[in-house]
T-cell receptor, first 112, second 117 residues
Framework: RKEVEQDPGPFNVPEGATVAFNCTYS??????FFWYRQDCRKEPKLLMS???SGNEDGRFTAQLNRASQYISLLIRDSKLSDSATYLC?????????????FGTGTRLLVSP | EAQVTQNPRYLITVTGKKLTVTCSQN?????MSWYRQDPGLGLRQIYY???????DKGDVPEGYKVSRKEKRNFPLILESPSPNQTSLYFC????????????????FGPGTRLTVL
């Protein structure tokens, strides 16, 4: 089983739609969770961290469910510029050092 | 401007010809890492370094070497490249944070697209 699993998509949505992505992780000791955004052939960039109580940043809402070991990202009022691949990222403890494990990403296409 | 730089950005080479991809960061980060990204496999860590002269293997280290002689630089060396090393490579850096605490945000370089014929 992969340490971090995501639906690869693509999710095709019209402008203005609300779309949600989920991600599951296998290591119950994971402590930090993030969503990164990656545009085609470019480097990943941090979109937002995910906190236990859930957090919001403008049109983006991230939630964490530790019991079920999944993370979600909700995008409201989608814009054309939201088209990208969204990477779920989890930190895992490996021989005492924490490292980031990346999901393979969920591709979002927002159309006019 | 805070950034991670990589060179070259694009490289086509032949099997067996040694190459080095440079990575440099100007944020005084302790932690640096190399990843490769392949379709359907996501980002996989090759090597990482927690500080000068401290390096360790990631998940896919075979065929690669690294060095960390200075804090800002973390070159990736392919002594004898093979076609299965054709990939998109990213260097990343971050602060280590407090011992036992959460990892800080990783900043990525722009990527190096390598083709080995």
């Amino acid at each position: 089983r992969k340490e971090v699993e995501q639906d690869p998509g693509p999710f095709n949505v019209p402008e203005g739609a609300t779309v949600a992505f989920n991600c599951t992780y296998s290591n119950s000791a994971s402590q930090s969770f993030f969503w990164y955004r990656q545009d085609c052939r470019k480097e990943p960039k941090l979109l937002m961290s995910v906190y236990s109580s859930g957090n919001e940043d403008g049109r983006f809402t991230a939630q964490l469910n530790r019991a079920s070991q999944y993370i979600s990202l909700l995008i409201r009022d989608s814009k054309l510029s939201d088209s990208a691949t969204y990477l779920c990222v989890v930190n895992v403890r490996d021989t005492g050092f924490q490292k980031l494990v990346f999901g393979t990403g969920t591709r979002l296409l927002v159309s006019p | 401007e805070a950034q991670v730089t990589q060179n070259p950005r694009y490289l086509i080479t032949v099997t067996g010809k040694k190459l080095t991809v440079t990575c440099s960061q100007n944020m005084n980060h302790e932690y640096m890492s190399w990843y490769r990204q392949d379709p359907g496999l996501g980002l996989r860590q090759i090597y990482y370094s927690m500080n000068v002269e401290v390096t360790d293997k990631g998940d896919v280290p075979e065929g690669y070497k690294v060095s960390r002689k200075e804090k800002r630089n973390f070159p990736l060396i392919l002594e004898s490249p093979s076609p299965n090393q054709t990939s998109l490579y990213f260097c990343a850096s971050s602060f280590l944070g407090l011992a036992g605490g959460n990892m800080n945000t990783q900043y990525f370089g722009p990527g190096t697209r390598l083709t080995v014929l």
